[in-house]
């Protein structure tokens, strides 16, 4: 089993900048698909950004590839999130999600085994 702990979110103006963090944490034998979807009120749940935690290979959504990085953290089961130039309707819940069974991360939402319980990002 792994558990999610996320950090960052909050409030900023138009064109500002976020960071989140997610710490992935329990049995993660050979690193796992790392990243983060979200979800804007009456929208589905769409992929931002993922990462392997071994194998590297970043994907983002459409909308934030030129705005966004994710990248490994030193501990390496722990990924941060960068926005950048954030829009408003970049405005929703942010989830972290993991999956140590994917060799490649999928911006897929039910290909994610765990979740966690997402941290709000409001741009205005």
């Known amino acids: 089993h792994v558990q999610l702990v996320e950090s960052g979110g909050g409030s900023v103006q138009a064109g500002g900048s976020l960071k989140l963090s997610c710490a992935a944490s329990g049995y993660i034998r050979n690193g796992l698909c790392l990243g983060w979807f979200r979800q804007a009120p009456g929208k589905g749940r769409e992929g931002v950004a993922l990462i392997h935690t071994k194998r590297g290979g970043p994907i983002y959504g459409d909308d934030v590839t030129d705005r966004f990085k994710i990248s490994i953290d030193n501990n390496k089961n722990s990924v941060t999130l960068e926005m950048r130039r954030l829009k408003l309707e970049d405005t929703g819940m942010y989830y972290c999600?993991?999956?140590?069974?994917?060799?490649?991360?999928?911006?897929?939402?039910?290909?994610?085994?765990?979740w966690g319980q997402g941290t709000q990002v409001t741009v205005s």
């Open positions: 999600a993991a999956s140590p069974d994917l060799l490649v991360c999928s911006d897929y939402p039910p290909d994610m085994t765990y």
